[in-house]
């Protein structure tokens, strides 16, 4: 759901105040209800991204990053695996026993 930023400014006393609403819906309700209060009063609904959205999209990102580091260094693992010299019956290393 979109959610909405309701900006009003009255303009007799100079008085500008911004309100999150929850829906773009509740934002053009509460516009109506403001200009039947005052009708010289200047109202705006911008629509706002949802901060759930921006911190779930965040946190993929950085689960992606583990995942790609996790994966580096089990590749980097095989390698090692590979390149290794057993002596032979051994599961270590010639390196590794010294």
């Known amino acids: 759901m979109i959610k909405a930023l309701l900006i009003v400014i ?27 209060q005052d009708p010289n009063a200047k109202t705006l609904c911008v629509p706002k991204e949802d901060d759930t ?24 693992r095989l390698n090692r695996e590979e390149d290794c010299k057993r002596i032979s019956g051994s599961f270590v290393c010639e390196e590794q026993m010294g």
């Not at 500008?16 to 516009?31: E, F, I, Q, V, Y």
């Open 53 to 76: 959205v921006k911190i779930q999209g965040m946190f993929d990102i950085f689960l992606n990053l583990i995942d790609k580091i996790k994966e580096y260094e089990e590749i980097d």
């Open 10 to 36: 009255a303009l007799g006393g100079g008085v500008n105040h911004t309100t999150d609403m929850p829906s773009m819906k509740s934002c053009l309700d509460a516009r109506i209800t403001i200009m039947k």
